[in-house]
Nanobody, 118 residues
Framework: QVQLVESGGGLVQPGGSLRLSCAAS????????MGWYRQAPGAQRELVAR???????NYADFVKGRFTISRDNAKNTVYLQMNSLKSEDTAAYYC????????????WGQGTPVTVSS
């Protein structure tokens, strides 16, 4: 059973930056596709960015050029560098692990809150 633990959320002013981390338990982290999702109050959870085992990335249009997803397989950790934050980025951010060999399986973290406000 994979456990994911997010950290790095908090309060930041518009235009500021935050770096989120998601640490995974287990020894097969390198085979997972890792994603960051977010959910604002009253809204559906939405994909922010995703990174494949090989390092290919894709981003939601609303974060392109501002957010960067990366992974360190030696540390079993995926990161989300968030720059030029806007008030509309306020949400709980979750990481998710999936594996191509098990399409029906997924693991979620508990989420970390991000508030962008002056």
């Amino acid at each position: 059973q994979v456990q994911l633990v997010e950290s790095g959320g908090g309060l930041v002013q518009p235009g500021g930056s935050l770096r989120l981390s998601c640490a995974a338990s287990g020894s097969v982290f390198s085979i997972y596709t890792m994603g960051w999702y977010r959910q604002a109050p009253g809204a559906q959870r939405e994909l922010v960015a995703r990174i494949s085992p090989g390092g290919s990335t894709n981003y939601a249009d609303f974060v392109k050029g501002r957010f960067t997803i990366s992974r360190d397989n030696a540390k079993n950790t995926v990161y989300l560098q968030m720059n030029s934050l806007k008030s509309e980025d306020t949400a709980a951010y979750y990481c998710k692990a999936t594996a191509s060999l098990s399409p029906s399986w997924a693991a979620w973290g508990q989420g970390t809150p991000v508030t962008v406000s002056s």
